[in-house]
């Protein structure tokens, strides 16, 4: 049903799943970099189609609404919510004989902007696993979200201005809904801007939020990509505190490794434990892990799981 060719793809319809570079056909999960390129004809959510074309100009596209089913040369394809980013998607594949669900980036639990996921059951599970490590155990949100308040709450006090940094797609809006509906202003960063300018037209309000504006700094929080990025500079900005939002801030290796003055761990992506609960819901009788660490498939392997690093497949067809 589906072989390994640097990604996954769905063999009888020659479908490209996630894969950066250029298909004749290629499913998009979601519009960040590492999931998608130009590919000739590209299936996506309604959301993702528009996030996709934000960012690589007009392009060929085949919506997919979740949970609609599309038949395609004896396979049936639907998407499932995956709670990543805004319209961040699951594929299902099913072709009467085996059901694959991929998750592509995904989150369990809810989102200030993501439609929450709820994975289906398949019988082979391939899955991002990311924060497949112990240490990577995300405090309860509610908690995370307070500290973030606090956080930003002092800074302010204190006549600073705190500086969030979040990528410019999904995190940075996430963020935003977060303080607008705690009462606090938002300026974006252009590139920021433009996309949550996307959110609002697809109907997903970030509320008192606006394009960054020097002039329009006192008591307002800033949201702007993360440092390292060139774009990330702001003309004006001083007397600042830095935030970083990141479930990398729950590691006990990496989080002061992050260069900020605060490290939150606010995450899009399934937490250890998260991972696990993934598998529970889908009930896989065979797991391949992308993109995490493969001391995760071991670990699922002495748990009793028929697991498999997705890079193991040979480029023969499997199932």
């Known amino acids: 049903m589906f072989h390994y060719d640097r990604g996954l793809k769905i063999t009888a319809i020659d479908l490209a799943v996630d894969f950066c570079r250029r298909m004749p056909r290629g499913f998009?999960?979601?519009a960040h970099s590492d999931h998608m390129a130009r590919h000739e004809l590209a299936f996506?959510?309604?959301?993702?189609?528009?996030?996709?074309?934000?960012?690589?100009?007009?392009?060929?596209?085949?919506?997919?609404?979740?949970?609609?089913?599309?038949e395609w040369h004896g396979v049936r394809l639907s998407t499932h919510p995956a709670g990543h980013v805004f319209g961040s998607a699951m594929l299902l594949a099913e072709d009467g004989?085996?059901?694959l669900l991929y998750t592509g980036d995904f989150k369990l639990g809810p989102s200030a902007t993501a439609e929450?996921?709820?994975?289906?059951?398949?019988?082979?599970?391939?899955?991002?696993?990311?924060?497949?490590d112990p240490q990577y155990r995300l405090p309860p949100r509610e908690k995370v979200v307070r500290e973030l308040i606090e956080i930003v709450r002092d800074t302010l006090q204190r006549g600073q201005t705190p500086v969030i940094q979040a990528y410019v797609l999904g995190k940075a809006q996430e963020v935003t809904k977060i303080l607008t509906k705690a009462g606090f202003e938002v300026l974006q960063h252009p590139l920021t801007w433009d996309i949550s300018q996307e959110y609002e037209a697809e109907g997903c309000s970030l509320g008192a939020c606006g394009p960054y504006d020097p002039a329009e700094l006192p008591g307002k929080v800033v949201v702007a990509p993360p440092r390292m990025q060139k774009a990330a500079k702001l003309p004006g900005l001083k007397n600042t505190v830095s935030i970083g939002v990141t479930g990398w801030a729950a590691g006990t290796k990496r989080r002061w490794g992050l260069g900020v003055d605060h490290a939150v761990p606010l995450s899009d992506h399934a937490d250890y434990d998260g991972l696990l609960e993934c598998i529970a819901k889908v009930k896989p009788q065979v797991i391949y892990c992308t993109h995490g660490p493969l001391s995760f498939v071991d670990h699922l392997r002495e748990l009793g799981h028929n697991a498999f690093s997705l890079n193991s497949l040979a480029a023969s067809p499997v199932g």
């Open 28 to 30: 998009i999960s979601h």
């Open 44 to 70: 996506c959510t309604p959301v993702t189609s528009r996030m996709y074309q934000r960012r690589h100009g007009a392009r060929l596209t085949r919506p997919m609404p979740f949970g609609e089913i599309m």
């Open 97 to 99: 004989k085996q059901r």
């Open 116 to 132: 929450e996921a709820d994975p289906p059951p398949a019988d082979v599970l391939v899955m991002e696993t990311t924060f497949g």
